[in-house]
Antibody, heavy 115, light 107 residues
Framework: EEQLVESGGGLVQPGGSLRLSCAASGFTVSHMSWVRQAPGKGLEWVSVIYGGDNRYYADSVKGRFTISRDYSKNTLYLQMNSLRVEDTAVYFC???????????WGQGTLVTVSS | EIVLTQSPATLSLSPGERATLSCRASQSVSSYLGWYQQKPGQAPRLLIYDASNRATGVPARFSGSGSGTDFTLTISSLEPEDFAVYYCQHRQNWPLTFGGGTKVEIK
């Protein structure tokens, strides 16, 4: 059964760092994305990594966030540096499908950036 | 960046009624548009990809149409479990973007 489980969220001060993890089972983390949702708001795509290792980022996180994966652990990561208050959100990992849509999602992990 | 505008923001309907949701793109996305359903406290669920293709396990009462800049998600007869927020998303280029959502609520 396909499953994604995120971890690593929490409370961090502005300017701080955090690394999110997303452990996959039932499939390989070859084409994966991070999508976030601020409290009470809509969905925002954050980053994607493809099987060929190409990576893309939303302008709002470019230069601050890095997406990566470890095939041996079948786990996706999001390294978040220089965090801002506006990065506060639930972060979902999701599997890419049918091009760049998302067919399997994790349950989400909450990141709160506050002093 | 392609902006997706969804309307209406809220749709108040009764079970058994037909729901018609709109998504308009600021420039052509060809047929590269999808729809998701999200219930409170849950992750989104993919319903439709590439404008009109139902994802695995999605009931036939959900259908999508459109191309270019104007798209529609139709729920032919609302079931109690269909009351939720619906988002559209394009995959025309990066950044991928989502619409602001339409909430389908019980009238």
């Amino acid at each position: 059964e396909e499953q994604l489980v995120e971890s690593g969220g929490g409370l961090v001060q502005p300017g701080g760092s955090l690394r999110l993890s997303c452990a996959a089972s039932g499939f390989t983390v070859s084409h994966m994305s991070w999508v976030r949702q601020a409290p009470g708001k809509g969905l925002e795509w954050v980053s994607v990594i493809y099987g060929g290792d190409n990576r893309y980022y939303a302008d709002s996180v470019k230069g601050r966030f890095t997406i990566s994966r470890d095939y041996s652990k079948n786990t996706l990561y999001l390294q978040m540096n220089s965090l801002r208050v506006e990065d506060t959100a639930v972060y979902f990992c999701a599997r890419g499908a049918y091009g760049d849509f998302f067919d399997y999602w994790g349950q989400g992990t909450l990141v709160t950036v506050s002093s | 960046e392609i902006v997706l505008t969804q309307s209406p923001a809220t749709l108040s309907l009764s079970p058994g009624e037909r729901a018609t949701l709109s998504c308009r793109a600021s420039q052509s996305v060809s047929s590269y548009l999808g729809w998701y359903q999200q219930k409170p406290g849950q992750a989104p669920r993919l319903l439709i990809y590439d404008a009109s293709n139902r994802a695995t396990g999605v009931p036939a009462r959900f259908s999508g149409s459109g191309s270019g800049t104007d798209f529609t998600l139709t729920i032919s007869s609302l079931e109690p479990e269909d009351f939720a927020v619906y988002y559209c998303q394009h995959r025309q280029n990066w950044p991928l973007t989502f619409g602001g959502g339409t909430k389908v609520e019980i009238k």
